[in-house]
T-cell receptor
Framework: DTEVTQTPKHLVMGMTNKKSLKCEQHMGHRAMYWYKQKAKKPPELMFVYSYEKLSINESVPSRFSPECPNSSLLNLHLHALQPEDSALYLC??????????????FGSGTQLSVL | SQQGEEDPQALSIQEGENATMNCSYKTSINNLQWYRQNSGRGLVHLILIRSNEREKHSGRLRVTLDTSKKSSSLLITASRAADTASYFCATGRSNDYKLSFGAGTTVTVRA
């Protein structure tokens, strides 16, 4: 199984809502990522978990809260978002060699619209 | 922050022609990777070239890396309509989980 599964595929939420994005992989990868991508722009790194611990937080606002319950699952909890947070949210995983990244496997993404 | 810059920003070619896009980066790297993204979808890994390699092939793809110029190129030969997508280079550094993406090249293959 070489898939990264993201749910939901589409999400519309109001600025006062709380929602969660979910990501799952069964490739035994110990590094998992959240990226945010605006239209016609490259993905921007938000968070990296390695061995279920938060390794990198790219100064992301606290209205985004990541969680890694186990080595296969990654969640992104959303609360009090702003319209400018509307974007494609991509989850990815990779094998970590101890020196550098190998290739990233991406999910299909969640297209988020904040009204 | 973005490490790589790509050119051209957009490329339109006829089916059967070759497509070449370039990526430049700023700091030393451990590897450089190329990804493809179809509209509104996730990214798909195409090829990884390590800093001690100069050229790599995978099917119709050819990637070169010149670490002295801090640049890489991706060549797609005999393009097909299915190659229409955005292509991103991404750089990985030693002892760093980050993979930094370039701005991307949008390729349109006309039938």
């Amino acid at each position: 199984d070489t898939e990264v599964t993201q749910t939901p595929k589409h999400l519309v939420m109001g600025m006062t809502n709380k929602k969660s994005l979910k990501c799952e992989q069964h490739m035994g990868h110990r590094a998992m990522y959240w990226y945010k991508q605006k239209a016609k722009k490259p993905p921007e790194l938000m968070f990296v978990y390695s061995y279920e611990k938060l390794s990198i937080n790219e100064s992301v606002p606290s209205r985004f809260s990541p969680e890694c319950p186990n080595s296969s699952l990654l969640n992104l909890h959303l609360h009090a978002l702003q319209p400018e947070d509307s974007a494609l949210y991509l989850c990815a995983s990779s094998h970590w060699t101890g020196v550098s990244n190998e290739k990233l496997f991406f999910g299909s993404g969640t297209q988020l619209s904040v009204l | 922050s973005q490490q790589g810059e790509e050119d051209p920003q957009a490329l339109s070619i006829q089916e059967g022609e070759n497509a070449t896009m370039n990526c430049s980066y700023k700091t030393s790297i451990n590897n450089l990777q190329w990804y493809r993204q179809n509209s509104g979808r996730g990214l798909v890994h195409l090829i990884l070239i390590r800093s001690n390699e100069r050229e790599k092939h995978s099917g119709r793809l050819r990637v070169t890396l010149d670490t002295s110029k801090k640049s890489s190129s991706l060549l797609i030969t005999a393009s097909r309509a299915a190659d229409t997508a955005s292509y991103f280079c991404a750089t990985g550094r030693s002892n760093d989980y980050k993979l930094s993406f370039g701005a991307g090249t949008t390729v349109t293959v006309r039938a």
